[in-house]
Structure formats: C-alpha cells, structure tokens
C-alpha cells in the first residue's frame, strides 16, 4: 500500500488548509486510516483517526478545528484543518492500517505563521 499525502503550504493563524492523501489500492477494506504530525524537536502524535464505520477520533488540541474525512471511492483521506495556529506547524503524515499492518505516506509540510 503507497500513500501519497498533498495540500500542505505556509498559511497565517486563522488561516485554512485542507490536506489530501491518496491510497494506491481500494480502501473499502482498511479498517483505520487517520492522520499524524511531527513538529521540529517532538514526537510524532495522532492528530485524526477515522474507521471504515465512519467514526472519528481526534487530539484534544485539534478538536473542533479539523475533520478527517474518507471518500471509499476515491480511495483518499482528507483533513480539514481550520482556525490554524503557530502551534500546528509540523510535517503531517497520512497512514492506513490494513491487515494488521500500519503504512504511512512521505508527509507534507504544514507552516502557520502568526
């Protein structure tokens, strides 16, 4: 499974991004697919988890401000990252469980500057 996530840029607080991720195969069958971020000197954190059932999960910090979304026949990702802040500057990873595997994409860069 390849992943390919676009959509990041430089934008001001305040500002809005939306995030793309495309799967290289069917997603009808990945139970799990969501969204991560690292910002420079921490770790890498979950930002936004979706199911095959629809259901999401999100970081406290972002709730509220961002919505994972899944399109079963484009087989892609999507995070819509509003009201952004300084503080979600970081490099955002798509990934996908499937098959009890986890895969992630090369990342795109988000800047927010205040």
């Known amino acids: 499974v390849q992943l390919q996530a676009f959509g990041g840029g430089l934008v001001q607080a305040g500002g809005s991004l939306r995030l793309s991720c495309a799967v290289s195969e069917s997603i009808l069958s990945i139970p799990v697919m969501g969204w991560y971020r690292q910002a420079p000197g921490k770790q890498r954190e979950m930002v936004a988890l979706i199911i095959r059932g629809g259901t999401s999960t999100y970081a406290d910090s972002v709730k509220g401000r961002f919505t994972i979304s899944r399109d079963n026949v484009k087989s892609a990702v999507y995070l819509q990252m509003s009201s952004l802040k300084p503080e979600d500057t970081a490099v955002y990873y798509c990934?996908?469980?499937?098959?009890?595997?986890?895969?992630w994409g090369k990342g795109t860069l988000v800047t927010v500057s205040s």
């Open positions: 990934t996908v469980v499937h098959y009890g595997v986890t895969y």
